[in-house]
């Protein structure tokens, strides 16, 4: 569910929100989550979307470090490396409090939901991999 969110986010040309709902959308269309499910599922969008705006802002930080030393004789790796850090510090920080999210819902889905959802990031995994050139493993 976290896989498809963070997909969704890489493949959609429209702000970090729109492609949250549209994907949140999608996966209640075809796990055909009921009312609290749904209700569960937006609170694992709206951590992700948390996630998602701090990660961002780390991001533009690290492209704007490398671009500021890429007219150097020599890149400063040990400001990179903090940067890469900070990065990796956040995504530790927000992981169990998305896990915890997940772990909510996965808990209410039926046996019939979960075989669906593997069956959808199977499909999607194939996607991916023709799309990268990798193919079917």
């Not at 976290?2 to 702000?15: I, K, N, P």
């Not at 075809?30 to 951590?47: C, N, P, R």
């Not at 915890?100 to 990031?121: C, G, I, N």
Request: proline residues 3%; glycine residues 2%; aromatic residues 4%.
């Amino acid at each position: 569910i976290v896989g498809a969110l963070t997909v969704s986010a890489c493949y959609r040309s429209h702000t970090p929100a729109e492609r949250a709902d549209w994907m949140a959308n999608r996966i209640s269309k075809e796990l055909a989550l009921d009312g609290q499910q749904k209700v569960t599922l937006d609170a694992v969008k709206q951590e992700y979307l948390k996630a998602h705006a701090e990660m961002r802002q780390q991001h533009e930080a690290m492209l704007d470090e490398i671009m500021a030393q890429l007219p150097a004789d020599r890149l400063d790796q040990a400001k990179l490396l903090q940067l890469f850090e900070q990065h990796q510090a956040s995504m530790n920080r927000f992981a169990p409090s998305m896990l915890d999210r997940v772990s909510e819902l996965h808990a209410t889905l039926t046996p019939q939901q979960k075989s669906k959802a593997v069956e959808q990031l199977t499909r999607l995994r194939e996607h991916m991999r023709a799309h990268d050139g990798q193919g079917k493993m």
